[in-house]
Each structure stands twice: as structure tokens, then as C-alpha cells.
């Protein structure tokens, strides 16, 4: 891998992207001002089931083909190191339409008349909730995430059913559905069948990150929750041994890009994973019988001695756990990415710059948090007259 040590910030791309980001900012700030439906330039958002169009159909050569591991970026005497000329031509469009989705019905101002305590009432339960335990605060990101993975942002994660996304393999370590179901039974008092669930929990994700010491963004309302909740649609959510090209258009699908899988992994700056996600890298890596060799050797022993029972937890961040910065980057340039797909952002050549300028400019990774976190929330919305409910129990589908 190549050691990054020379100064970025003479490097044109690098300047490309510090322009972008800041447009990308003023743009976020003066969409919570004055919003107006996004055309998208004409550029669809993929559908809930149509195939997106992909960019890495077919890998550069070197490059891995898409298995459950980028094996040849941890070979030693790889080639694989940060390049910033292949990144920068898919950077977040500075304009709103990177922001809101095509025809969009959500407004900021849509439940100014219907229910004007809601963000109160969301707030004062997100503080409460995460001042009694405060790694409620990743899981609640983490829920929103899985929400909006699996047919959009419509609190189908919430339904609770025989065969529901809920149910699912990979939803089996999910937290954070008692707080919803607490903060939707007193806003069904104050404003009763008004606001939707898919709302809640994407409110409830920006509050928890503000609460910890994140950036804050103006959140849009206006979704619908859906009606179907898929256990098999829920295990196609990455779980940490993808590739990095299965990653992207995993993203890519959904309407979000590289530099949005490079951000929202950024929220792996808090959190824990089980021990269990992680031992095949400390003793028995794609077979081999040894560990990762990505892995910083102090940083595996930690682990070992960590990670002892598969029902353990350690860290996503193993520097700064309570804190929302850019450790997260710093570590992976150490070789401390807990997951594999952490580590790999670093290891493959379409991500690494990425990484390379979080690190350097902190307050980077913040801004551009905002802009990611509201484009994951505005994932394959429903928000039209016949589609979706206000369901008034976030469990179940409405009997009426």
C-alpha cells in the first residue's frame, strides 16, 4: 500500500473536492430556506426494483471481481493504493436535486400546521434515551440505515411480523424500536394520525447524531410508511464482508454514490459490532487459517484478547468510541478498521483519496455527513396520494 505523507492539499483533485463539498453545503442551507420539488436533472432515481446502471460492470485489470472479498488488495506487493483521479468525476452534483428526490411532496415545513410540537417531542425523548445509555445513539443511525437500504425510507424496518425485515438474519442485532414506539404513542396523542413512522425514524436518526457531538441538518417530512416488510429483501444489506465493488453498487442501486458509501461508513466513528462479525478475520481469514495481514499486528492482539466469546463487543472505533470525528479515517490509514469493509476503503483505489482527505480536513467529513445523511433520508421515498400510510402503530399496517 502506498504511504500517503505528502501534503493534499496541492493536489488538484483535492481542491475539485473541497470546492464541491462547500457548494454542497450552501446548497443543503438554502434548500432549509426556500425548497422546491427537484427535477434531477432529468436523471431518474433507480426504482425499488429496477436494475440501476451500474459504472464497474467490468473491473479494471488488477481489480477484484466482485466476490465476497477484494482478496487481491490485501496480497502483499499490491499496486492498490490511493488514487485520486478515479473518484472525483462521481462527486455528490451540487445542486438540490443531489439532495431531494424527483417529484418530491416533502417539505420542511409539512407538519407546521398538523403537528408543530413534533421535532420537540423527537428531541427531548432522543436526549433522554441516549443520556441513559449512550450507544443507543449508533444503534438508532444504524436503524435508520437498514430502514432506508430495503425499499426505501418507509419504516418497513419497523413492522414486526412473521417473515418482516425485522425478522431477519441481519436485523437480529438492531436497536432502537422501544424508543420509536415510545415517541410515536405521544405524538399520536398530540397529532393523531398525522405522522408517519418512516418521519420518526429519520428525524430520530439527526437527532441522535446531533446529541453526540454531530452535525445537524434540516431534516424534510412528507414519507409514507409502507406496507410490505421482507426478511430475504432485509439479508441483502451489506454485513461487513462485502467488496468494495459489491459496496458501490449495493449504493449505486439506491441513489447514493462512492463519496456517500465513504461518509455514512464515517458513522462507524461510534458504536459496537459483535465479536462474532469479526473473528474469521483474527484466526481464520478466507480459509487460510491466520489472520487478516490488513490488520496492524498490536491492533490484533487487542483483538484477540478483545474478542475471546463471539457474543463480546468491541469498538467500531478503537480510539475515540464516544466521540463523532474523523478518527474513524486516521485508523484505517493505521490498519485498524475493525470491519473488513472498513479496511478496504482504504486498500481500494476508488476509495482511498476519500479517505486520505477526511483525515487531513476533519471538518470535512461533518459537513459532508449532513449532505449524505439527507440523501440516505430521502431514499426511494413514498410520498404520492396512493402510495404507502400514516400508520398510527409503527408494528403493524393500519386495519382500516
Known sequence: MINMKSSLSSHPSFLFLILVLIISSVVLLAAADDYQPANYDNQQVPGRHDDAEKSFDEPAPGEPDGGNDDEGLHNEGSSFGPDHRTWTSILPEPTISGLLPLDSYLSFDYYR?????????????????????HTIAASLIRLHFHDCAVRGCDGSIL???????????????LRGFELIDDIKAEVEKKCPKTVSCADILTATARDATLEIGGPFWEVPYGRKDGR?????EADEVPMGRESITTLIEFFQSRGLNLVDLVILSGAHTIGRSECGVIQYRLYNFNGTGKADPSIDEK???FLKRKCRWASEYVDLDGE????????????????MGLLSTDQLLYSDSRTAGIVDT??????????QFSVSMMKLGNTQVLTGKHEGEIRTNCNSVNNY
Not at 410490505?228 to 430475504?232: E, G, H, N, T, Y
Not at 475515540?320 to 490498519?335: A, G, I, R, V, W
Not at 477526511?358 to 459537513?367: A, I
Open 299 to 301: 491492533y490484533l492482539n
Open 159 to 173: 413492522l414486526n411480523h412473521e417473515g418482516s425485515e425485522r425478522s431477519a438474519k441481519g436485523s437480529r442485532t
Open 228 to 232: 410490505v416488510s421482507s426478511a430475504k
Open 320 to 335: 475515540t468510541p464516544e466521540t463523532f470525528d474523523s478518527m474513524y479515517y486516521t485508523n484505517l490509514q493505521k490498519k
Open 113 to 133: 400546521e398538523s403537528c408543530p410540537e413534533l421535532e420537540e417531542i423527537i428531541q427531548r425523548k432522543v436526549a433522554a434515551s441516549i443520556k441513559d445509555d
Open 358 to 367: 477526511m483525515t487531513s480536513q476533519p471538518w470535512l467529513f461533518l459537513q
